[in-house]
């Protein structure tokens, strides 16, 4: 089971990349060099949305559940429940005994099986020999339709609660910088915002979470009116349906899951915000974080394509100059995270020994004053496109890949055959485009500047600095 990480080193919904064809008509070459995708895309009485892809050249079948559930759709006092569950649904249920779901998958010759949860989706998948597909598709129907049907579930539940509390302790209480990213969504997401706690939820929530909590939770969003079903690579077309209906069309549907407001983040920061923390760590680290789009917004290929140009390879700006030319950090990233309903950018860098926070970020001003003012080089635009370009191909050279692809368009847009268009706006970043759209976003004072200094002092986690 995978939390997926909340600050991605690529993109956490999934890397979607797409660049092509050199100069020309964008929309003429992206078609003509589009990958072959197909698919089929149907909905069952009960809502459940089917989505279907062939490819036989590997006698293997790829079964993937996604539900309309993260984080974001938790309510304050009970955060934690969509990755909680993610641990429940791997125990058992009415039909399958406790711990026998990874045993059964394993006997059957499965090469991958496993789930996560973001702050948008929760998803779990298996791909197994072609003959296997029965089997996959009656573990995902078994709990989705029959999850809470058993005695033990209370049991599951108390025991799943403090494995997860205790992944809580490893992965935040004693990691080095854990409290980092708390402080900072919080920072960035005001108190009730869907985004403003982290995946794994709190300590105290998941302590306090009734049985009556988590059964709620379930009924509402783990029924077939949530989720989408992936069903990719070897397998017949009509059995499949078959099959389908024969596991999922029993399933009776759930009421309307309920969805948040998400409010505008362009006033979320009035103004520079500085929080200066400190931790238990051998270098001092800042992260620069603006408020920018969602997930597929306009202006996000371009921030995208920008995160590279500054710090992408020995060639990238920022890494040029403050790692190679003039020797004052260690390293530095960028990155746009396009969430489903926000969007954050994020500058992250540590400066070698003897060298100060305020050394590296006079260089990132400058930098980011001149990428907002002047464009970037063909050349630039040039390399990272083509890097983009090889990304994408080797995404989808796996089942599992290709699924994540169709599901996260088909999900996110209503559009599984989304691929040619994303590759068409990453084809039609030009470097003036560029230009306005860093202007836009990340030229503003409203930004949130977050400082970590070494303290051996300090707990391990970090903390805010009195």
Not at 1 to 17: D, K
Not at 51 to 79: A, F, N
Not at 360 to 389: D, F, S
Request: hydrophobic content about 40%.
């Amino acid at each position: 089971m995978n939390l997926l990480p909340a600050r991605p080193i690529a993109r956490a919904l999934c890397v979607l990349a797409a660049v092509l064809a050199p100069s020309g008509p964008a929309s003429a070459q992206a078609q003509h060099r589009v990958p072959d995708l197909p698919f089929e895309t149907y909905t069952l009485d009960n809502g459940l949305e089917i989505l279907l892809h062939r490819d036989t050249t590997i006698p293997t079948v790829h079964v993937e559940l996604w539900y309309k559930v993260g984080s974001k759709d938790e309510e304050p006092g009970r955060t934690g429940f969509a990755h909680l569950f993610e641990h429940i649904m791997f125990q058992g249920t009415k039909h399958i005994p406790e711990d026998a779901h990874f045993k059964y998958l394993s006997e059957a010759g499965a090469s991958a099986k496993n789930g996560s949860t973001s702050n948008d989706r929760t998803n779990y998948f298996e791909t197994l020999p072609s003959n296997q597909l029965e089997l996959g598709l009656w573990l995902e129907s078994s709990r989705m339709g029959y999850l809470l049907e058993r005695s033990s579930f209370k049991q599951t539940l108390d025991n799943q609660r403090e494995v997860v509390k205790n992944e809580r302790r490893q992965s935040v209480e004693n990691a080095p910088m854990g409290a980092v990213w708390k402080v900072q969504i919080e920072a960035l997401f005001p108190v009730g915002h869907p985004y403003h706690h982290e995946v794994i939820g709190s300590m105290d929530d998941l302590t306090a979470a009734s049985e009556a909590d988590i059964r709620a939770f379930f009924n509402r969003y783990y029924a077939p009116n949530n989720a989408v079903l992936f069903v990719g690579g070897d397998f017949d077309p009509d059995q499949a349906r078959s099959l389908i209906a024969k596991y999922f069309g029993p399933i009776l549907a759930g009421p309307p899951a309920l969805r948040r407001p998400f409010p505008s983040t362009e006033k979320m920061l009035n103004g520079e915000k500085r929080i200066p923390m400190e931790a238990k760590i051998n270098l001092p680290t800042e992260s620069i974080t603006w408020h920018t789009m969602a997930a597929f917004a306009e202006g996000e290929a371009e921030l995208d394509i920008l995160a590279s140009i500054l710090t992408a390879g020995k060639t990238s700006r920022l890494h040029r100059r403050l790692v190679h030319e003039m020797k004052i950090a260690q390293n530095i990233s960028a990155y746009q995270w396009g969430l489903q309903n926000a969007g954050l950018f994020e500058i992250s860098v540590s400066p070698l020994p003897g060298h100060t926070l305020e050394e590296v970020e006079k260089v990132i001003n400058e930098e980011m004053t001149r990428i907002t003012q002047e464009p970037v080089t063909e050349a630039e635009l040039t390399r990272v496109k083509n890097k983009l370009r090889t990304q994408f191909v080797s995404n989808l050279e796996t089942i599992q890949g290709r699924a994540t692809q169709l599901l996260t368009y088909h999900t996110y847009l209503g559009n599984a055959g989304y691929i040619a268009r994303d590759m068409g706006r990453y084809e039609d970043v030009t470097a003036d485009s560029l230009r306005r759209v860093a202007h836009r976003w990340l030229s503003t004072p409203n930004r949130l500047v977050v400082t970590i200094d070494a303290n051996p002092n300090a707990p391990i986690m970090g903390r805010i600095k009195q």
